[in-house]
């Protein structure tokens, strides 16, 4: 087609550039279906087809098509470039129509704009490879995306304007405990973690947790053994003994799930010297303060909570959320004893995220403030779990 697309205006004087991109865009992504198998999409040359459709084209316009349709062939399609964004740490589709994505701590509207058979396809090139289906039986699906970005589908009847589509970004910072508070709460951290207390690190929703947690795991000593569990591995340990779990969600025939607390169970044969739990948000809650009630020291975890107070009363609630049956009253006795301290974690104004208290556990929903924002209030009274390394 060496003569460009005949009828389609494309080259014209009376034609944007943003237009004649679009349809080149859309000519050579029909085309590669056309000609190419689907194994064999990623070597063909893109540029080169784009010549043959458009040879008076300039570079600016092969280059942008070249970027998109391998967009369309090989990633998501139109929202590529958001992901590709460092500055974006959530994207937001809410059916069809402009795409929100979050930066700087708030929600935007982006430039990109997606249609209702764009996000059909992009939803089969999120689930396809999960393994996993959407649909009007099972409307709702959680995954990740091969850079570790957490992804949830939900579609109608439950998506009531819908597909929707929520991406949250594996934007964990390789940040040390300073970028969170003052030296001297670091220090504080410091000593708790040398003392294999038991930490759960505690806020809402984006306020900086797993970012935290991964900091705390820094000053783990280099001779412990490190076992990770994770719903979806995103922890990035500078620690040269690490041991990492992921769990696993049930397969397209509906068997084969791993839980996270199947692998606190199978952790715990694995003579870890400690374990660190990206998030404990279920039944695993038991095991865990079995394991710390009976002798595992120096334990890091999350947990979304208000406070540390609030943190405590979760805890608890979710241990009961078991066949078990335990009493609230016990599980609430577990915690006490399990758990050394919590680190309440806030997202300021204007996106920054930062410790505002370090908490000592003394009892049933009791917390005793040992650093409150930047200053020190109190000294450690709980006795210690490991000789000091």
Known sequence: MSGGLEGSGIGSAGNSWQAEVDLLVDAAHHRLLDTAGSGSLRTVDIAGLVRSLEPLASSRVVNEVVTRVS?????????????????????MINGPGRVWVEYDGAAHL????VDQAEIELLIERIVAPLGRRVDQLAPYVDGRLPDGSRVNVVVPPVAV???YI???RFVILDVDLEAFTTSAIADLLDKLISRGANIAVSGGTSAGKTTLLNALTKRIDVNQRVVTIEDAAELQLDHPHVVRLEARTESREGGGAVTIRDLVRNALRMRPDRLVIGEVRGSEA?????????????????????????ALRRLATLATSTSERLPIEAAREHVAAAIDAVVHVERRAGGQRSITSVSEVVGHDQVRILAKNEGLVAEISRPARLRSL
Do not use: K, Q
């Open 71 to 91: 967009a369309l062939v090989d990633g998501l399609g139109p929202i590529e470039p958001l992901l590709e964004d460092p500055t974006v740490s959530e994207v």
């Open 286 to 310: 038991l095991d865990l303060l079995h394991a710390l009630n009976t002798g595992h020291a120096g334990c890091l975890s999350t947990v979304h909570a208000n406070g540390p107070e609030d």
């Open 161 to 163: 304007d819908g597909p």
């Open 166 to 168: 929520t991406i949250r």
């Open 110 to 113: 982006s430039d990109v704009t």
